[in-house]
């Protein structure tokens, strides 16, 4: 009989690097005929659906709900959580959630930061968490000294949770980190053999490499550019130093579900850049591929990044790759082999790197090679999945 396994996962109704390592790990499990999968998804957001919230006396009476969805052809349960408004509530247990957990083998929590495994506390099954990164590094702006009402609160809550991220390491039988800082971090809070290396991989058949770099049109971001983790001010510094250097300047390339705030299109047509940059909004899950596979550079600008998924998939394209040093870019990205990194926030720098790889035709087709060969031996599907599986078998073994 199949092992029992409870995804679980912030909103699965939004899109994100959380979002996409929950489908590559429910493609994995359900390719594996030892385990079955059902998913979760729990509270993201103050006005979440299925919740309590105070400021709407009519889900007083309703309490936590929990609601059958569907979202990229993936069903689901979604709880909601009490006083929803108030973002410690959403990492406490609700007995709706809890009693449905322990009726599994095993409990898998995929999220951004540690804190959500406290939605586990009561569930006496093995729990396994997938973790991209610390609040207090996920939330640095929001740390950041302010006397504003609104950024006193998002202060107050940051830190509460930069407190919970720590305290919920205890529930968790295993983490599963996905770069080698957080690895280094988690292993002086816990044992060893409690911390588990295991990116979460990339379907290389899927994403597949095109015409050599050097041929072809364009350079190339994806991200939700509204997060200001992005950094798309940087972004349009460094390509406008890009574009005064280059021969052909090619043109820049955004995609992704949110589009850049006002002041940084603003910014753009301020550099004379506005022409050369366009935004294709939330593009089709089966048009993202074309989309690496005519881009001649990868470029990603973020000040942080629990590993980057996109940048393995635009190695898989065989697209070389230029990021900032922001965390994770640095477990895939090898510098001067498959393209470069940077210092988080030198606009300077990031320019230098994208007119290198570029400026070189022979250098941009053997990084983008590179590329490739590194996402196809080390960040496969296939390769990266079977680490899961295995932790799974030993959770659940007598």
Known sequence: MPTRIALVVPDLSTSGGVSTVAHFLTEVVRESSAFEVDLFSVALGSSDR?????RSPSTWTTGVQVLPETKHELSYSHVGAAVSEV??????????????????DLVQVVAGTPAWTHLCRDVHVPVALQVAT???????????????????????????TDRLDHTALSHADVVFVENQWMYDHLTEYLPDEQVVFAPPG?????????????????ILS???????????????????????????????????????????????EKLGIRDAVTFEEDVPADALPALYREAALYVVSADEEG????????????????STNCGGPSTSVVEGETGHLTPVGDADALAKAMTDVLSDAERTDAMGQAGRKRAASVFSKESTGQRFLDVYKQLVSP
Request: with cysteine; hydrophobic share 40%; glycine share 4%.
């Open 50 to 54: 299925a919740s309590v919230q105070l």
């Open 222 to 268: 994806v991200g939700r550019f509204a997060d200001a983790r992005k950094n798309v001010p940087l972004l349009f510094d460094a390509y406008a130093q890009y574009r005064q250097t280059a021969a052909h300047p090619l043109p820049l390339v955004l995609a992704g579900r949110t589009a850049p705030p006002p002041d940084a299109w603003a910014q753009a």
């Open 87 to 104: 973002e410690y509530f959403r990492y406490q247990p609700r007995a709706a959630l809890t009693r449905r957990l322990n009726t599994y």
């Open 307 to 322: 590993l980057g998924l996109t940048i393995l998939e635009a190695m898989a394209s065989g697209c070389p790759v230029v």
């Open 202 to 218: 990339v379907d290389t058949e899927r994403f597949t490499p095109g015409d050599v770099p050097s041929q072809r049109s364009y």
């Open 134 to 160: 610390l609040t207090r590094e996920e939330r640095q702006s929001a740390l950041s000294s302010s006397i504003h009402p609104i950024a006193l609160w998002r202060q107050l809550m940051a830190r509460i």
